[in-house]
């Protein structure tokens, strides 16, 4: 079972200190001391049931409380220590951070600085994982257990994380990477976050390196610059939180996606220049907004389709209802596709939000009221059909 525990000062039994002929007296973390990992949402599949990570040290090989390195001092005060207590910062300019004996951080590991190289390669445990500053060499062969990962770093171009599983938290990438591997991950209990916000964008090519992922919370996705498909997220099945991709000029399809028939969060597609094909979206049959086992809610409700301006067609067959929050709230929004001729919602009849058809040049105005004489909206909500083009509803539904 995945251990997720906090090693804290309460928790470890001090055992006395070893004689020069004497073996060190082992600190054993005891199960009633160790904090449960936070629930995750109620489609969530179970931990990991291999081989958890290690949390019996020796006295000596505990280092108690915070750690910041920053010279090599630091390092070598650290040498022989297998676990730490609290959180560890590494705010260095050293070419080289190698910390080879480290196993086990009970709080977050902050990568911080100028040191373009950090090695943690017995690292198996980490509270969370944050990465900022220069780093642009990383070693992380035996991370097995991690709450959530941030990087945000210009200069980091690959990440590998082989032997990790699940993640109890969100996967958030600001980065220019190139390349992602993570062969072992199967969950993510949070969201899955590929963003740049330089102008290049995010040039990853492809999502491969996620092929065993199967369960995450939602998807967002914002300038990927090397995207072309969503291919390497096919056993993603659901998506309670939804699903968001904007200003990725290079996609044109969501192909690898297969989800199952039934609900998602929400659709929010915006600015995706090239985007030509929403097929992966057939199977869904309602979007709704979802509160999970903490009271948060879960996914917009909506579909949102907004400037994506190679986009013919908007089709969803088996799609019945949307159930945004609130009434007031927009429960379907498709606005300034410009290529855009034909929408086809053949079961759509339940929207309890407002409906916003615009700013579509070269839709035929009538699709829209065709809809528009179908569906039912709850009290107060409101169907805004404008700007569209003129042209026949001749098969459209």
């Known amino acids: ?80 220590k297998r676990a730490i207590t609290g959180a560890l910062t590494i705010r260095s300019d050293l070419s080289e951070v190698a910390l080879p004996d480290l196993e086990y951080v009970a709080g977050t590991v902050r990568l911080e600085g100028a040191s373009p190289r950090i090695d943690l390669p017995h690292l198996c445990h980490a509270g969370a994982l944050s990465i900022y500053g220069s780093l642009d060499t990383l070693a992380l062969d035996a991370l097995r257990e991690s709450g959530g990962i941030f990087i945000s770093n210009s200069t980091l171009t690959s990440f590998r994380a082989a ?24 969950t993510i209990r949070g969201a899955l976050i590929l963003t740049s916000w330089t102008y290049e964008g995010m040039p990853l090519p492809d999502l491969t390196g996620l092929s065993t992922l199967s369960t995450v919370e939602e998807i967002v996705i914002s300038h990927a610059s090397g995207l072309v498909d969503l291919r390497g997220l096919e056993q993603v099945r659901r998506l309670p939180g939804g699903l968001f991709i904007e200003t990725s000029d290079q996609l044109r399809s969501l192909d690898g996606l297969h989800l199952d028939a039934g609900s998602i969060g929400g659709i929010d597609l915006r600015e995706n220049l090239d985007l030509e094909d929403l097929g992966a979206l057939a199977p869904i049959t309602s979007v709704v907004t979802t509160v999970d086992g903490a009271g948060n809610r879960r996914g917009s409700g ?25 009434t007031s709230d927009s429960a379907l929004a498709i606005t300034a596709n410009d290529a855009l001729t034909r929408i086809d919602f053949p079961r759509l009849a339940d929207v309890r939000g407002n409906v916003y058809i615009t700013e579509d040049r070269a839709l035929p105005a009538c699709q829209a009221e065709d809809l528009r004489s179908r569906v039912t909206l709850p009290p107060g909500a409101t169907f805004v059909v404008g700007n569209l083009g003129t042209g026949t509803c001749s098969g459209s539904r």
């Open 1 to 80: 079972m995945l251990v997720a525990v906090a090693l804290v000062s309460a928790c470890i039994q001090p055992g006395s200190r070893a004689g020069e002929n004497e073996s060190p007296t082992p600190v054993v973390i005891p199960d009633d001391c160790t904090d449960p990992p936070d629930a995750g949402p109620p489609d969530a599949g179970p931990p990991d049931a291999g081989v958890g990570c290690p949390i019996d040290f020796a006295p000596s090989e505990i280092m108690q409380g915070d750690v910041v390195v920053r010279v090599p001092l630091d390092l070598l005060v650290l040498r022989g």
């Open 302 to 326: 909506a579909v949102l389709i907004y400037r994506n301006q190679a986009l013919v067609s908007i089709s969803f067959p088996n799609l019945t209802a949307l159930t945004p929050p609130r």
């Open 163 to 186: 032997a990790l599983t699940v993640l109890d938290g969100d996967f958030n990438l600001n980065t220019r990477l190139q390349m992602l591997s993570l062969p072992a991950l199967t």
